[in-house]
T-cell receptor, first 114, second 114 residues
Framework: DQQVKQNSPSLSVQEGRISILNCDYTNSMFDYFLWYKKYPAEGPTFLISISSIKDKNEDGRFTVFLNKSAKHLSLHIVPSQPGDSAVYFCAASAQTGANSKLTFGKGITLSVRP | NAGVTQTPKFQVLKTGQSMTLQCAQDMNHNSMYWYRQDPGMGLRLIYYSASEGTTDKGEVPNGYNVSRLNKREFSLRLESAAPSQTSVYFC?????????????FGSGTRLTVV
């Protein structure tokens, strides 16, 4: 039972254009969502997060949108750069208290073409 | 500031051999985790330790054991390695509650079982 779904395994965009990475979840108890970025031969690193009390969070070129009614979130990268080429994992947590654990999606491989 | 350190970075084992993957964090985090990453499967939780002295099974614990040696160190042991355990293993740590950046990951151990 996959609670966090990233249904598109890959995405290719032109440099300078917008990249939109999608993520769906099934557990209505999830209240905190994160995106991680992973380069080859490195561990995942935190990119951006959003709490369920918000519907948008922005950090520079990266914006995450949350649609709670649809149980859907998306990561927008504008403008996309070749250095953004990586695997992006969506993650969610069902607890805001102690001992919270993240549930990860399978990841999306983003390729930004020069 | 090293963050999360994993050793070794690469390892080749023969079927049936045993080994221990080491992980240490210097962020005074309460919780630590072991994940494996396989193509098309994303990040799957093997074991976690919510706090020093406690360990719990994750999604794919079979064939593994863990030890939370102290607050800093969390090791993963393969008692009798199998080819199905060929994977990239990531250790992560967190403060124990979800907020901010969630987890800090190590750079991974690439394990091949032949």
């Amino acid at each position: 039972d996959q609670q966090v779904k990233q249904n598109s395994p890959s995405l290719s965009v032109q440099e300078g254009r917008i990249s939109i990475l999608n993520c769906d979840y099934t557990n209505s108890m999830f209240d905190y969502f994160l995106w991680y970025k992973k380069y080859p031969a490195e561990g995942p690193t935190f990119l951006i997060s959003i709490s369920s009390i918000k519907d948008k969070n922005e950090d520079g070129r990266f914006t995450v949108f949350l649609n709670k009614s649809a149980k859907h979130l998306s990561l927008h990268i504008v403008p996309s750069q070749p250095g953004d080429s990586a695997v992006y994992f969506c993650a969610a947590s069902a607890q805001t208290g102690a001992n919270s654990k993240l549930t990860f999606g399978k990841g999306i491989t983003l390729s930004v073409r020069p | 500031n090293a963050g999360v350190t994993q050793t070794p970075k690469f390892q080749v084992l023969k079927t049936g051999q045993s080994m221990t993957l080491q992980c240490a964090q210097d962020m005074n985090h309460n919780s630590m985790y072991w994940y494996r990453q396989d193509p098309g499967m994303g990040l799957r939780l093997i074991y976690y330790s919510a706090s020093e002295g406690t360990t719990d099974k994750g999604e794919v614990p079979n064939g593994y054991n863990v030890s939370r040696l102290n607050k800093r160190e969390f090791s993963l042991r393969l008692e009798s390695a199998a080819p199905s355990q060929t994977s990239v293993y990531f250790c992560a740590s967190s403060a124990g509650y979800i907020g901010g950046y969630g987890y800090t990951f190590g750079s991974g151990t690439r394990l091949t079982v032949v």
